[in-house]
């Protein structure tokens, strides 16, 4: 694990974050900078700087998990599409971001400045019932 790594440190539960899905091997989270209602992050807890790096295994699961909340997301916020981008750059950490698209003009780059409660967000998102 990375000591100057934040995912790392939210795995640790060393920073706070709003949690969307947990499991042995991942965790989901909202973004503090959304770019769209309910954008997303899927990460390793093992630290891993690219997915290139990640163990195969580990990367097939790691897209179960992405599949499944991508659809969690779409049907609970009513988004048309969910856009997918892989990183590990901006943050040196495997990522996959998760955005919600629902058909207004989308914007360019991660950096968002839409400004929401995410708990709210949440709340809507986890109201989905399954099926």
Request: hydrophobic letters at 40%.
């Amino acid at each position: 694990m990375g000591n100057e790594c934040i995912f790392c440190k939210i795995v640790a539960g060393e920073i706070p974050s709003k949690k969307l899905y947990e499991d042995e091997k991942f965790l989901a989270f909202l973004d503090i900078r959304p770019a769209s209602k309910g954008h997303t992050l899927v990460i390793p807890k093992a630290h891993s700087e690219t997915f290139l790096d990640m163990p195969d295994a580990d990367e097939k699961e790691m897209f179960a998990v992405v599949q499944k909340l991508g659809k969690k997301l779409k049907n609970s916020l009513n988004a048309k599409l969910i856009f997918l981008l892989v990183m590990g750059e901006e943050v040196a950490h495997t990522h996959v971001h998760l955005l919600p698209f629902y058909g207004e003009e989308f914007p360019v780059g991660l950096k968002g400045s839409k400004e929401m409660d995410l708990d709210t967000v949440l709340e809507e998102i986890n109201a989905e019932k399954e099926g």
